[in-house]
């Protein structure tokens, strides 16, 4: 039935449903790695360089061979994954033994990375799964989404307006830009999760 399924689609959706099942995988296996890492830097103050880069880098691939392989993203979807390649590439070049933007920018991937959930079922929506099982799976991942982007957000504003009445470098402003069109994504799905999960219930009740 899934593969059936999978080979009725379009090549575009293929690479769609190709590319978040790879994000997923690499979301979930990056997650025990995020967990330490938070617990390090927010709790012991921490901010292992390497790792952090390394992880930073395996995070953003998906979004990269996403931006080139899958033709027919929507434009905020384009536009996080732009701004998830260029912010990779400033991470790689800075150093997190001093406090910067940065640091913020770490904390918000790894909660991201939480939501592997996400990308499953955003893959799944083309690989036969009933509605009833997408309608549980929207719901668990609009919990587990909402609950990181809340936490996610009020962290991010804490600290931006520490590091604005602190340092008040212009790469603060800059940094608040990408994140409002990552953000915006966020609420954008975070909306479709939530419209999904009653229209298959809906649907799987009328079955």
């Known amino acids: 039935v899934y593969s059936n399924s999978y080979k009725s689609i379009s090549k575009d959706k293929q690479f769609y449903v190709i590319s978040n099942l790879i994000k997923s995988g690499v979301l979930a296996s990056l997650t025990p790695f995020a967990i330490e890492t938070l617990y390090q830097a927010l709790w012991l103050n921490h901010w292992p360089n390497a790792r952090i880069r390394n992880l930073g880098t395996i995070y953003a691939i998906p979004d990269g061979v996403s931006l080139v392989m899958v033709r027919r993203n929507s434009v905020n979807t384009i536009i996080h994954h732009v701004c998830v390649v260029i912010l990779n590439y400033v991470s790689i070049h800075n150093d997190y033994s001093h406090e910067n933007?940065?640091?913020?920018?770490?904390?918000?991937?790894?909660?991201?990375?939480?939501?592997?959930?996400?990308?499953?079922?955003?893959?799944?929506?083309?690989?036969?799964?009933?509605?009833?099982?997408?309608?549980?799976?929207?719901?668990?991942?609009?919990?587990?989404?909402?609950?990181?982007?809340?936490?996610?957000?009020?962290?991010?504003?804490?600290?931006?307006?520490?590091?604005?009445?602190?340092?008040?470098?212009?790469?603060?402003?800059?940094?608040?830009?990408?994140?409002?069109?990552?953000?915006?994504?966020?609420?954008?799905?975070?909306?479709?999760?939530?419209?999904n999960a009653r229209t298959n219930f809906q649907l799987a009740k009328s079955d």
């Open 101 to 195: 933007v940065c640091r913020l920018l770490v904390v918000y991937a790894i909660f991201s990375s939480f939501a592997y959930l996400v990308n499953l079922l955003l893959a799944t929506r083309f690989l036969g799964v009933t509605k009833q099982m997408s309608a549980i799976m929207s719901i668990g991942a609009f919990l587990l989404y909402t609950s990181c982007c809340l936490i996610n957000f009020t962290w991010q504003a804490i600290r931006i307006k520490h590091l604005h009445d602190t340092q008040g470098h212009w790469s603060i402003y800059l940094y608040s830009l990408a994140i409002i069109f990552l953000a915006w994504d966020d609420l954008i799905l975070n909306r479709w999760l939530i419209k």
